[in-house]
């Protein structure tokens, strides 16, 4: 009987060796919205956020240990990331989180991670209210100072416009913020905003707003808002006899805005941080990779959850640690990091310095139009 007892003795050790190699992983939270109103846009970006983690764990992983990614879905609900950045502080003990992607959602979970001094890395929220919250908050993606900026430049300058209309979905903090800048950028620039409405995520009918909107003669409507609302308002607008163009930003990036706009959707233009069609060779291949594994075209959300998870796991192997302090130091210091998104630096404020792409919606196609650098 003495060798079953040595078995059930190796057995019970190989168990225990199983469980230390499962507490000596580098665990990361993930939180996105991957069910709910915005739930592609979640899923991309997971899907990004992913295919990093699983390419540093084929290389042998970080600091010689196996990554292990801890995902939640906030199901595009208020309340919910708050809960989950709690878990992932005081449950799972994880040592930096992805996320979130929208800016509403990183204003409610950031405070806590800062509490806990656990840096947090948003991949896609552009309020600039986000890394003020304090310095364990970065993000990767441009701000929505720089990208209101943009798009008034470009009504001004590229469609020579001189009058605008805006329509604000007042229930985003990202929505109001980009109204807010390009607003600021287009009367700046001798243009007049002859028109501002509003509307709330959900709505489905926006006729009251856009003939308003029509009233006042606008050369170009900004139109700072999520696709599911975004494709009935296009829809809507040409209905009632708008033409102008209508300018957006990444939250339009979606093939749901066109499927339900149609033709409405041609002659309209958005800011994006990332395009398919950039012949960058490192977009090319990212590009090629991300379809192989997930039969699509990688979209905004998929490049920037795919940097921000890369941008962590070289400060963890710059910082030779997975110490809080040390792990927020690097990441402070990253600079020109090749992110398929574009060069990334980190500056004094938390944000990321990089260029952004403007894309044209012509016969139900999105296009690479031009890319414009920070000035």
Not at 85 to 103: C, E, H, M, P
Not at 264 to 275: I, L, M, P, V
Request: proline letters at 5%; one cysteine or more.
């Amino acid at each position: 009987m003495r060798w079953k007892a040595l078995i059930c003795c190796a057995l019970l050790l190989a168990g225990f060796a199983a469980d230390a190699d499962a507490d000596e992983a580098v665990k990361i939270g993930e939180v996105n919205p991957m069910t709910g109103a915005i739930g592609r846009y979640g899923m991309t970006c997971h899907q990004g956020i992913q295919l990093a983690i699983d390419q540093a764990n084929s290389s042998g992983g970080v600091l010689g240990k196996k990554i292990d990614l801890l995902t939640e879905d906030n199901q595009s609900q208020p309340g919910q990331t708050s809960t989950i950045v709690r878990k992932f502080v005081a449950q799972d003990k994880v040592i930096a989180i992805i996320g979130d992607l929208t800016s509403s959602a990183t204003l409610e979970g950031g405070p806590i991670a800062q509490a806990a001094k656990i840096p947090m890395v948003t991949p896609l929220a552009t309020n600039p209210k986000v890394t003020e919250i304090g310095d364990y908050i970065f993000r990767i993606c441009f701000i929505d100072e720089f990208q209101g900026r943009v798009m008034a430049r470009f009504a001004l300058e590229n469609l020579k416009s001189k009058k605008a209309g805006i329509l604000t979905d007042t229930k985003q903090d990202y929505s109001v913020g980009l109204s807010g800048f390009f607003k600021g950028a287009f009367v700046n620039g001798s243009g007049e905003v002859v028109r501002e409405q509003s509307y709330s995520s959900g709505d489905t009918d926006f006729r009251a707003q856009l003939t308003s909107i029509k009233a006042a003669g606008p050369d170009v409507v900004f139109l700072p808002g999520y696709y599911p609302e975004v494709g009935i308002i296009l829809k809507e607008a040409r209905q009632l006899g708008i033409t102008v163009p209508f300018l957006g930003c990444e939250a339009w990036d979606s093939p749901t805005l066109i499927q339900v706009a149609g033709k409405a959707a041609d002659g309209c233009y958005f800011s994006n941080q990332f395009s398919a069609d950039d012949p960058n060779p490192a977009v090319r291949e990212f590009t090629k990779v991300y379809r192989d594994r997930f039969g699509s075209l990688p979209d905004n959300f998929a490049a920037l959850g795919y940097d921000a998870a890369n941008v962590v796991l070289d400060a963890i192997n710059r910082a030779k640690s997975t110490d809080s302090i040390a792990l927020r130091d690097a990441i402070a210091r990253t600079k020109d990091f090749p992110g398929v998104s574009g060069h990334i630096t980190i500056d004094a404020q938390r944000n990321a310095s990089k260029p952004a792409v403007i894309l044209a919606i012509k016969d139900q196609q999105v296009h690479y139009l031009e890319k414009i650098n920070p000035n």
